[in-house]
């Protein structure tokens, strides 16, 4: 499915339309008039060249290879790159290819020699065509057509104009459409927005732990010694050890940037009266989450700001 635009982008728009034209403003003071619009297309897509380095960006973000993808980043934006969650890092990319998926990428040229990129994942296939460059001295912008390969009603086009900046003699990305890659201004909005998510993801998480060690009590008659022991089995079918209940980052103690812990509580793991408690503590406090999740040994769930340590019974409760 193609990526939808949400509420967070629609703001991310409007916010970076004055970044943007502040920018372009006085870096056209610095930039000639001088425009390679029609430039051969050889000349441009040249290895070092902007068409080229688009190509290798849309290529990072079809595969959502965070590694390639950060080299396309300006100095500033690398560094804040560096410190999004991966969720956000992931999101980032989304937009610059409009799939949910990773995909494969693939390369190829028109008839007029100009860079065509596909990427392709199991439910769809897009293609992203980059048009002519408009270079001035450090500053390009290239023209983008991407559509969906099966589209032949022309419903599913986006034409967009992508500017790159050249930043130590390599091409970097500035801009996609108007969208300024303005990272360390938007860190704030995008960690609340990951907040919110995140602790409804470990609240959730929490909720399908008491499930698994119900469903783990009743088939063995005993509580599980520890998350592991609900995970899925490396091979054969489930058993006691590997019961199969949670996925294996749930079992490994993790979910959506939240920490979750399991412990038995008393001597005995066995039988009904035997409890146990869970929490949820977020691992970045401040960028994973702000509030840490507790459910009691009767099932009563809590929430507080606990500045990263792990919540309590005394803390106010979750109804």
């Not at 004055?18 to 897509?45: D, H, M, R, T, Y």
């Not at 992931?90 to 020699?113: E, H, Y």
């Not at 006691?240 to 949670?246: F, K």
């Not at 929490?279 to 769930?301: C, E, I, K, N, V």
Request: aromatic share 6%; net charge negative.
């Amino acid at each position: 499915m193609i990526f939808p635009e949400t509420k967070a982008f629609v703001r991310f728009l409007i916010l970076s339309c004055a970044v943007l034209f502040a920018a372009e403003s006085g870096l056209a003071q610095e930039s000639s008039s001088k425009s390679v619009a029609n430039s051969a297309p050889n000349e441009i897509a040249t290895a070092g060249g902007p068409s080229a380095a688009l190509k290798a960006v849309l290529s990072a973000a079809c595969s959502q290879n965070q590694t390639e993808f950060v080299r396309f980043l300006t100095a500033r934006n690398k560094e804040a790159f560096s410190r999004m969650t991966p969720v956000a890092r992931i999101a980032l990319m989304k937009r610059f290819v409009l799939l949910n998926q990773p995909g494969k990428p693939s390369a190829s040229a028109n008839p007029a020699g100009r860079p065509i990129l596909r990427c392709q994942t199991p439910d769809v296939t897009t293609e992203m065509q980059i048009g002519g460059a408009d270079v001035r001295e450090n500053i390009a912008f290239l023209p983008m057509e991407l559509r969906e390969v099966t589209d032949t009603t022309g419903a599913s086009i986006h034409q967009v104009t992508m500017g790159l900046v050249r930043e130590d003699g390599e091409w970097k990305l500035l801009s996609l459409g108007v969208l300024f890659l303005d990272l360390p201004a938007l860190e704030v909005e995008w960690d609340a927005e990951q907040m919110d998510t995140a602790e409804e993801g470990a609240l959730e998480a929490m909720k399908k732990v008491a499930l698994a060690v119900e469903a783990y009590r009743n088939k063995y008659s005993h509580l599980p010694e520890s998350l592991a022991k609900l995970g899925p089995p490396l091979h054969g079918a489930a058993n006691g050890e590997a019961a199969g209940l949670v996925d294996s980052e749930l079992a490994n103690g993790m979910k959506n940037g939240y920490g979750i812990r399991y412990v038995v509580v008393g001597a005995s793991t066995l039988g009904a009266p035997a409890k146990y408690e869970v929490a949820a503590t977020p691992q970045q406090y401040g960028r994973t989450g702000l509030r840490s999740f507790f459910r009691d040994s009767s099932g009563g769930l809590h929430a507080a700001d606990r500045q990263g340590a792990v919540g309590g019974v005394t803390d106010p409760k979750v109804e």
